[in-house]
């Protein structure tokens, strides 16, 4: 545990920094991982909603990447209405 201390603080007293995706780029990897759990056939219903629920994982992290003040219209207009789809696809899939 030492180890992993010293490590990290190595990295952030040498000045690295963390550079996350960018907001589209998010935004475009969860619709490719939705798209993709779609596509599975419905036989496998443990399968698709363990797929979207790893594409609820990745929107997660569109909390970090969409911070900007212009990411705004990104969201409201790409990612809210992929949101309510993988919503109701997540109530379809993972309630059998």
């Known amino acids: 545990m030492k180890?992993?201390?010293f490590l990290i603080s190595a990295v952030l007293s040498s000045g690295?920094?963390?550079a996350f995706p960018s907001c589209?780029?998010?935004i475009d990897k969860v619709a490719?991982?939705?798209a993709a759990a779609i596509n599975m056939s419905d036989a496998d219903g443990a399968a698709k909603?363990?797929?979207l629920s790893r594409v609820?994982?990745?929107a997660d992290d569109l909390?970090?990447?969409c911070v900007a003040p212009e990411d705004r219209k990104l969201l409201q207009d790409k990612y809210l209405p992929l949101a309510k789809s993988l919503a109701e696809e997540v109530v379809?899939?993972?309630s059998r």
């Open 16 to 18: 690295a920094s963390v």
């Open 24 to 26: 589209q780029a998010e």
């Open 49 to 51: 909603c363990s797929a």
């Open 3 to 5: 180890r992993q201390v």
């Open 92 to 94: 379809k899939a993972c």
């Open 56 to 58: 609820i994982l990745d």
């Open 63 to 65: 909390a970090f990447a």
């Open 32 to 34: 490719s991982g939705f």
